[in-house]
């Protein structure tokens, strides 16, 4: 499975962003799905996914009610509302857990190579 997130860019405080992760392969429909994001010098960390089972989708806490995650097919969403400066970082779609810790970067199997989101004050 190969994995490319788009849809990235600069955009100013209390704007919004749609990323999209386009995947490769029949595959990817029966993998658990997330997004996971890094800022400089932080480690990468959960942002949302859904899972092979159809349970779902699950947030880190601090992002609820402004996040939304979606996939349709091949392809998987993250819809960002009301950004914040704090939201600045590469984002990266990932698949495949193996395990059960969906939160955590180490479980996926595949990535993409990340879309920068910049949210200016």
């Known amino acids: 499975v190969q994995l490319q997130a788009s849809g990235g860019g600069l955009v100013q405080a209390g704007g919004s962003l749609r990323l999209s992760c386009a995947a490769s392969g029949h595959a990817f429909r029966s993998y658990t799905a997330g997004w996971f994001r890094q800022a400089p010098g932080k480690e990468r960390e959960h942002v949302a996914h859904?899972?092979?089972?159809?349970?779902g989708p699950y947030y880190a806490d601090a992002l609820k009610g402004r996040f939304t995650i979606s996939r349709d097919k091949n392809t998987m969403y993250l819809q960002m509302d009301n950004l914040k400066p704090e939201d600045t970082a590469v984002y990266f779609c990932?698949?495949?857990?193996?395990?059960?810790?969906?939160?955590?970067?180490?479980?996926?199997?595949?990535w993409g190579p990340g879309t920068q989101v910049t949210v200016s004050s």
């Open positions: 859904i899972r092979s089972s159809g349970d």
């Open positions: 990932a698949a495949q857990v193996l395990g059960v810790q969906y939160d955590r970067a180490s479980s996926y199997s595949y």
